[in-house]
């Protein structure tokens, strides 16, 4: 399987995209509006440059709409801010994700009460953005994998401590948690830093890493940290 | 200063008054009647022996009602459960908490959904048991501290890893974090592995860490374990 459909324009699957291409994949982006997402000279939301700035150094990567983009992953990769990853997975269409996997590294992340954020409360503490779309799309295979990092730390493990920390996984279908795991090695993750944590509620732990890495990363001014069990 | 109170008669409770014995502390643990605490034959929450068997080994630590523990100590920990901390507190009486450092090692774990445990809704997120107590005691100084681990690593840090794993403290009173610290170092937690997420409100961080604390338990049926940020 080497085709990887990636649902979200920002730094994150910006990092995946150029990440997928290195390794020889053929990944196409899916945004809502294709053309108005390349006119937009607008800086993304952490200051980065347009999207059409970074695209122009990736042009091997194919742009399509959520449902163009869904319906050609093998592998489907949602990238987008937590709050809109459902409607996002919506517009991309059920149809062109039904028994595919979705490999989740979006967090639910909540802005409007301040700085730092807090979680969404309807997606956090008894629920998670990884069950909410397994939810939604039952005849998907959701594996919530990598949304406890930098995205830069989640495609180059080695960019810190020899790559030996720890990244977790979390889905209901074992055969998809072992093609992430796999994708994962391809990234230079080794399996003995990867945690299989059960089922997609695990995805409740996962996702309330968040408050914690954003007080460290405000106490560290670095956002390339992991965390590693030891023990 | 080497007079310590110990809210909560809990395996954490009894894990910190014998460490602090062994250090050369006096110490009192706070319960809510005393002799109704003796006189109890039934095992502790998690199938440990009962509190008195406990205490017959350590003769030497002092008991107390909750004010009377509160009136004694110099510094007041709590180790009461998360749902059970203010209502202690209050028994222990502002006047005998005001001018003091009460660390704070308590989780706000909600039981009543069933296993794993969630975070109590009203303590968690945009609260945290840490905040809740300075907001209820606003004349002692809150340290939240070592709450993201099991009890036996709070005191022991070089049981595993050779000790190299974190600890975070949160606190608005530079002066109550820095004996926080020094109380660690005496427990074995070198300086470089204690981060500091700056004030009372990184508790809504540390507290959050449970989630997944517990995912982690699950998966390697072991709490023998901490995390250590790498980067």
């Known amino acids: 399987m080497k085709k990887i459909a990636i649902i979200g324009t920002g730094t994150v699957g910006q990092t995946f995209a150029s990440k997928f291409i290195s390794l020889g994949y053929e990944v196409m982006i899916g945004t809502r509006d294709v053309s108005e997402k390349l006119a937009s000279t607008a800086k993304d939301g ?12 990736y042009k091997d990567v194919k742009l399509g709409n959520f449902a163009e983009a869904a319906a050609f ?17 919506k517009l991309a269409e059920a149809k ?4 595919k996997i979705i490999i989740d590294v979006a967090n639910p992340l909540d802005f409007s009460k301040g ?14 953005l990884g069950e909410e779309i397994q939810r ?16 830069g730390i989640m495609v180059n493990p080695n960019m810190i401590g020899g790559g030996d ?31 299989d944590l059960g089922d997609i509620s695990s995805a409740r732990g996962t996702e309330a890493v968040l408050p914690v890495w954003v007080r460290i ?10 965390f590693k069990i030891v023990g």
């Open 46 to 57: 952490y200051g980065g440059p347009p999207f059409s700035e970074w695209h122009a150094q």
């Open 96 to 99: 062109n994700l039904n028994g």
């Open 217 to 226: 990363w405000g106490a560290r001014q670095n956002g390339a940290f992991n």
């Open 136 to 151: 939604v799309f039952p005849d998907a295979k959701v594996v919530k994998a990598l949304n406890t990092m930098w995205c």
């Open 165 to 195: 920390h720890t990244a977790f996984v979390c889905g209901n279908d074992a055969d998809a948690k072992t093609r992430v795991k796999s994708l994962m090695n391809e990234f230079g993750w080794k399996n003995g830093n990867i945690l």
């Open 73 to 89: 992953g093998e592998i489907v990769l949602n990238a987008t801010q937590g709050a809109n990853s459902i409607n996002a997975l």
């Open 115 to 128: 700085m730092p954020p807090c979680l969404m409360p309807e997606l956090s503490n008894t629920n998670s």
